[in-house]
């Protein structure tokens, strides 16, 4: 009787887990054969689950000022490479190394983020 209540609850496990890791979206929106670098200023800092952003405004080619949404990992793994929730603030200028968008609207997955004077802040590698 034991060894089938335990089989049984394995298999509650299992199917729990299999739940929670289909529904989490891929990566596959973004272009990963492709490195954008951004040099902008820091719109807002949004350190929310399951993702933290960062809203960035960017010159573009034309000099237009453009937002662009930038997604980060999750809180606790930020955490764990140093970020913490007041790490950027609005007006603060920043270079952002990325993965853009497929679908070429401005966004993307930030790999990297230096100050202005080229220091690294935190480490946000996937």
Do not use: K
């Amino acid at each position: 009787m034991r060894l089938m209540f335990a089989a049984a609850a394995a298999c509650c496990g299992v199917m729990l887990v299999a739940g929670d890791s289909a529904a989490h979206h891929s990566m596959a929106m973004f272009d990963q054969d492709r490195e954008v670098v951004l040099s902008g200023t820091v719109r807002q800092f949004q350190w929310t689950n399951p993702h933290a952003y960062i809203q960035l405004d960017a010159e573009n080619s034309a000099g237009e000022a453009v937002e662009w949404s930038l997604e980060m990992g999750s809180p606790v793994y930020l955490y764990a490479r140093g970020w913490r929730p007041r790490t950027l603030r609005a007006g603060t200028e920043v270079r952002v190394r990325l993965n853009p968008l497929r679908s070429g609207r401005p966004g993307g997955a930030v790999l990297d983020v230096t100050d202005a004077e080229g220091n690294p802040i935190g480490s946000n590698r996937r």
